[in-house]
């Protein structure tokens, strides 16, 4: 089946400094980072897309190695990340800043951002203070109505599962995320409590029409799911 947990370096991590691109190397060598970005490949086109328009400004929020950015089309694409292998990875016509992410508003345009994405970003945070901190440089950046689109650990699923990746300091449900969004004035328009797993890690197949069978089947997805995926929007 089909996970995208530990896509992206962590947000931010003081301590880990420039052993973020060391981490991730360990974590995923060569040979996974092809098949991942294959599987995100599918991701964009069979399901992500329906949330972005071809005129829209995309913002990748902690991008990691750019799965995501690389593979939706938009009309201006932002790769936001403080691992440096982020600029390495990126695709032709993406711009990339290498800065934390609650400083991502001091390189970026007041609202000027149709669609934020945060994958797999929030659960290295270092507590609420963190969180807000970041979704109020994301909510800085958006245009009035911008939307945010969030997936990541659902701690209510993955339990203990959660600390088998040391750099997650921040455990959150869906419920728990949707108040720090209302907290930060954004308006929750989606939740799905359940709806990737968890990892990539893991021997069970991820073909093509596999994915695409998992992605269009709610209950494969409630099945299986234990990640969330939150659609919010700026008020």
């Not at 994405?117 to 800085?140: D, K, Q």
């Not at 339990?159 to 949707?178: I, Q």
């Amino acid at each position: 089946m089909i996970g995208v947990t530990e896509k992206r370096a962590p947000a931010e991590h003081p301590g880990l400094g420039t052993s973020i691109d060391r981490l991730y190397a360990n974590r995923f060598p060569d040979a996974e980072r092809v098949q991942k970005a294959r599987l995100w490949r599918i991701l964009c086109s069979s399901f992500f897309v329906r949330y972005v328009s071809n005129t829209d400004v995309v913002l990748d929020v902690g991008a990691g190695y750019c799965d995501f950015i690389n593979h939706i089309g938009a009309a201006k694409r932002i790769a936001v990340d403080i691992n440096p292998d982020t600029a390495h990875r990126a695709a032709p016509g993406v711009e990339v800043h290498q800065i934390e992410l609650a400083q991502l508003h001091t390189v970026i345009a007041p609202s000027s951002v149709d669609l934020a994405f945060a994958s797999n970003v929030f659960e290295h945070l270092h507590g609420p203070e963190g969180l807000l901190a970041v979704l109020e440089s994301i909510r800085t950046v958006l245009k009035p109505g911008g939307r945010l689109l969030i997936l990541q650990p659902n701690v209510r699923h993955v339990g203990a599962a959660f600390w088998d990746f040391f750099d997650h300091t921040l455990p959150l449900t869906e419920k728990g995320m949707a108040e720090a969004l209302e907290v930060a004035r954004f308006r929750v328009r989606e939740v799905r409590s359940r709806f990737l797993p968890y990892t990539t890690k893991s021997a069970i197949p991820q073909w093509s029409w596999l994915v695409r069978t998992y992605l269009s089947a709610r209950p494969l997805q409630w099945a299986f799911g234990k990640q969330m995926l939150l659609l919010s929007e700026k008020r």
